[in-house]
């Protein structure tokens, strides 16, 4: 098993669900996040006053997914969260030794299903 992790732009949450969707994942957990990558944060103004800001806003995305999987569910993220700008986010896999289904007690494969 593994653990997608996607860091994505916020107005683009909704095009990555409906792609992970569409390849038949039933399960996903949004958070909010915030950080900064190459374009380092932005300049606002708030109340006529100039401010900058070192950290934008992100969401963060997480699917627990069978090996099998894998490749689909990150084509599927790269599918809905790409613009082709600076700040489209990032993809990373960490190793899941095993998982349980608190409800049933179901563990491994059979729990993510």
């Known amino acids: 098993m593994k653990l997608v992790t996607a860091i994505v732009r916020p107005d683009r949450v909704d095009a990555v669900s409906a792609a992970l969707e569409r390849f038949g994942v039933n399960g996903l957990t949004v958070s909010q996040a915030s ?36 490749d689909g569910v990150m084509a599927a993220i790269e599918e809905g969260g790409r613009t ?3 700040g489209d986010g990032k993809i990373w896999i960490i190793d899941v030794r095993d998982a349980v289904r608190v409800r049933t007690g179901e563990r491994g494969a059979s729990a993510i299903a």
């Open 35 to 70: 950080g900064f990558g190459r374009q380092r944060g932005h300049t606002e103004v708030y109340r006529g006053a100039e401010y900058n800001s070192d950290l934008l806003q992100k969401v963060r995305l997480e699917v627990l997914v069978n090996e099998d999987a894998l």
């Open 84 to 86: 082709g700008h600076f």
